[in-house]
């Protein structure tokens, strides 16, 4: 803009209108300090988002950025404490073209949350019909702060919501926005985050279950006192190791094919994963069923019979 007033100043003057060429300069010499006022503003601006606000600095992170509940240390065979459950009323933006908000009575339970037009029961908000449910040791999930003090849930990274789930974006990416309205955001997504981590101890619980039930019809049982003991053949002075890892088997979980030869659990984990017969002595276990590498066996066979 100052270029321009200079511009016309100067062709005013060639002109020989020297009336208008004063003040254009005038106008110039009264932009000057507008301009310097504006750079001034700029580099004050620039100063101060450089350093991180006391809320970063202290936590580490901003207040929008996405919240995962850490993952739980206690071990999957003793049972959690269950955190405490919250019942109330909540808007909740409804997953249609529009995004309409709607008042909606929730449970929030046993790392189970339920939402409904009408009135929930805290003891067993399931036996309600017409009610939405989330169970969030489904979906490994994480929560952000969103605008106005809103809290978005959503799938964390690619996955999806568990498809069985009693809500309409189950089996999809597509957040739940909720605005509790009471309380504060953070203290919303402390709780949040607490039944968030009981969901995954559960689901812990549940994936470890069914690896025993899967052993048991295999034939693969734990020694007990996690120490394992040398075969008949085997030196009574040389450590017993893992065929798997070559690792000693003492001091780590141990388990037994019905081969009777012993390896680390982690390690049988792994192989069986892939493989339903012996690391050692390729001996076949009894029932292959819960094995994936025998899944795809058994559809390649039905494939080549088709």
């Not at 007033?5 to 100067?10: D, E, G, K, M, Q």
């Not at 995962?68 to 409804?94: D, F, I």
């Not at 689901?203 to 690896?211: D, M, N, P, S």
């Not at 890892?245 to 388990?255: F, I, K, R, S």
Request: hydrophobic share 35%; net charge positive; with cysteine.
């Amino acid at each position: 803009k100052l270029r321009h007033v200079r511009r016309h100043a100067v062709r005013a003057f060639a002109r020989g209108e020297p009336s208008v060429a004063g003040a254009m300069v005038d106008i110039g010499a009264a932009v000057m300090p507008i301009l310097a006022l504006g750079k001034a503003l700029s580099a004050l601006e620039g100063d101060r988002d450089e350093p991180s606000s006391p809320r970063e600095s202290a936590s580490g992170e901003s207040p929008n950025s996405p919240r995962t509940a850490p993952s739980p240390e206690a071990p999957a065979e003793q049972s959690p404490a269950e955190p405490v459950p919250y019942a109330g009323v909540m808007r909740k933006q409804c997953g249609g073209v529009f995004g309409r908000w709607h008042a909606r009575h929730f449970v929030l339970k046993a790392g189970r949350l339920s939402w409904s037009g009408e009135e929930l029961s805290q003891d067993r908000p399931s036996d309600m019909r017409n009610k939405s449910s989330l169970d969030l040791s489904r979906t490994k999930c994480e929560v952000v702060a969103g605008p106005g003090g809103r809290i978005i849930l959503r799938p964390l990274g690619a996955r999806k919501w568990y498809r069985k789930d009693a809500h309409s974006r189950a089996g999809t990416r597509a957040p739940i926005c909720m605005d509790f309205r009471v309380d504060s955001t953070e203290v919303w997504i402390g709780r949040l985050l607490e039944h968030i981590a009981f969901g995954q101890v559960l689901r812990q619980q549940r994936a470890a279950r069914r690896e025993t039930e899967r052993w048991a019809a295999m034939g693969i049982e734990d020694v007990a006192g996690c120490e394992a003991h040398p075969s008949d053949d085997e030196d009574d002075e040389e450590v017993p190791t893992c065929s798997v890892c070559l690792e000693p088997l003492g001091g780590a979980p141990v388990v037994q094919t019905p081969c009777h030869h012993q390896f680390h659990r982690s390690c049988v984990r792994e192989w069986v994963a892939q493989s339903a017969s012996c690391p050692l002595c390729r001996t076949s276990f009894g029932d292959c069923s819960g094995c994936s590498g025998a899944r795809r066996r058994q559809r390649s066979a039905s494939a080549r019979r088709s």
